[in-house]
């Protein structure tokens, strides 16, 4: 199993730009997140879904968007990038977070600069 | 939201010392996880701790949840241990700020 695959692993963006940050996992697991990362902080949740056709937001969804066609997608797009989206994101899947009661198993990141 | 505090915020120890992480969360929780943040930026899970006590070689930890409080415990610390530790609360899905451990050799 590769398990969460995160791609691309770097990107630049000029504020205004749009970009998909892909995520794949490969464990049939239910529940998808995203997370960004600022530096010397911990981990925010953006959106997450628990199942095929389902999102929701966390807690600073502003400027991204979801959507969850399949079980093993959960794309993340920045529809018009401005310079306070730079970050580190992380996806993370679960096999049952419906409970909100499973583990949480992260992928390696995606480092994305917006100037 | 369940609000979680870690600490010490920032952590230095000579190789081969013990430390102690703590968490404390506001409310009850049936989902905590431990994870190590590495110096490449990778998060690693480390222990998946609702309740009890687990041990993987030189790590452990416990949580009272009755308390709100779980502990992770580095015994013989090594320069590899150095990184970011957090408390994740899956409850709320929220992150703890993280403990910074710097272990020198």
């Known amino acids: 199993n590769a398990g969460v695959t995160q791609t691309p692993k770097f990107q630049v963006l000029k504020t205004g730009q749009s970009m998909t940050l892909q995520c794949a996992q490969d464990?049939?697991?239910?529940?998808m997140s995203w997370y960004r990362q600022d530096p010397g902080m911990g981990l925010r949740l953006i959106h997450y879904?628990?199942?095929?056709?389902?999102?929701d937001q966390g807690e600073v969804p502003n400027g991204y968007n979801v959507s969850r066609s399949t079980t093993e997608d959960f794309p993340l797009r920045l529809l018009s990038a401005a310079p306070s989206q730079t970050s580190v994101y992380f996806c993370?899947?679960?096999?049952?977070?419906?409970?909100?009661?499973?583990?949480?198993?992260f992928g390696e990141g995606s480092r994305l600069t917006v100037l | 939201g369940i609000q979680v505090e870690q600490s010490p915020p920032d952590l230095i120890l000579q190789e081969g010392a013990n430390s102690t992480l703590r968490c404390n969360f506001s409310?009850?929780?049936?989902?905590l996880q431990w994870f190590h943040q590495n110096p490449w930026g990778q998060l690693i899970n480390l222990f998946y701790i609702p309740s009890g006590t687990k041990q993987n070689g030189r790590l452990s930890a416990t949580t009272v949840a009755t308390e709100r409080y779980s502990l992770l415990y580095i015994s013989s610390s090594q320069t590899t241990d150095s990184g970011v530790y957090f408390c994740?609360?899956?409850?709320?899905?929220?992150f703890g700020a993280g403990t910074r451990l710097t272990v020198k050799p």
């Open positions: 994740e609360l899956g409850n709320d899905m929220r």
């Open positions: 993370a899947s679960s096999p049952d977070r419906a409970t909100f009661t499973g583990e949480l198993f």
């Open positions: 409310d009850s929780v049936n989902n």
């Open positions: 879904s628990v199942g095929a056709g389902i999102t």
């Open positions: 464990m049939n697991h239910e529940y």
